[in-house]
């Protein structure tokens, strides 16, 4: 069965300050993909950055990198020059190839807060 | 249209009660899905239907059913619920075939009394 583990419940960063925020998992197929999704207090799922098992490179999308090393089983996303409105849950996800479907199997999450 | 609505976005309702919850798609997507959220917890999948039809149910009880009546609309019909079962519910749809990303939907708080 497929496992995400996010050992940190609750990270600090200072307003502008890069932060990485850990992700591992656990998977015995060699074609997965891996997500990351933020949570603000609103409730929404917005989803931040994609990393497939077979890409070359390290995923980016903005603030947002992944530091995907796949041997380590690891997929920890990166924020550079956090702002303010970082502030939120942050959830490592891995899709389940195993049903066909787009299924996520989510960790447990980390909180970020993000000091002025 | 890259959003995904649901309503309301929030319920208080009685364990007598029958409520829905909507959520509603104009992306195309053929794959949509229900997932529950507990407080302080991730979120856990609850159905996925694919091409209008139920393809995954995670043994949920039967005071859920779920329904999709065409490719852009999916209803939970909610019955004789528990107070165990307040929890934020969100919707999500996907492409059909393996792309990336789910978009969710902002999510419907439930309580119930």
């Known amino acids: 069965a497929q496992k995400i583990t996010q050992t940190q419940p609750g990270m600090f960063v200072q307003e502008k300050e890069a932060v990485t925020l850990d992700c591992t998992y656990d998977?015995?197929?060699?074609?997965?993909?891996l997500f990351w999704y933020k949570q603000p207090s609103s409730g929404e799922m917005i989803f931040l950055i994609y990393?497939?098992?077979?890409?070359?490179q390290n995923a980016t999308e903005g603030r947002y990198s992944l530091n995907f090393q796949k041997a380590r089983k690891s997929a920890n996303l990166v924020i550079s020059a956090s702002q303010l409105g970082d502030s939120a849950m942050y959830f490592c996800a891995m899709r389940d190839e195993n049903t066909g479907f787009q299924k996520l199997v989510f960790g447990t999450g980390t909180r970020l807060l993000v000091s002025p | 249209d890259t959003e995904v609505t649901q309503t309301p976005k929030h319920l208080v309702m009685g364990m007598t009660n029958k409520k829905s919850l909507k959520c509603e798609q104009h992306m195309g997507h053929r794959a949509m899905y229900w997932y529950k959220q507990k407080a302080k917890k991730p979120p856990e999948l609850m159905f996925v239907y694919s091409y209008e039809k139920l393809s995954i149910n995670e043994s949920v009880p039967s005071r859920f059913s779920p329904e999709c009546p065409n490719s852009s609309l999916l209803n939970l019909h909610l019955h004789a619920l528990q107070p165990e079962d307040s929890a934020l519910y969100l919707c999500a749809s996907s492409p059909r075939d393996r792309g990336y990303g789910y978009t969710f939907g902002s999510g419907t708080r439930l309580t119930v009394v």
């Open positions: 990393q497939g098992s077979y890409d070359q």
């Open positions: 998977t015995s197929d060699p074609s997965y993909g």
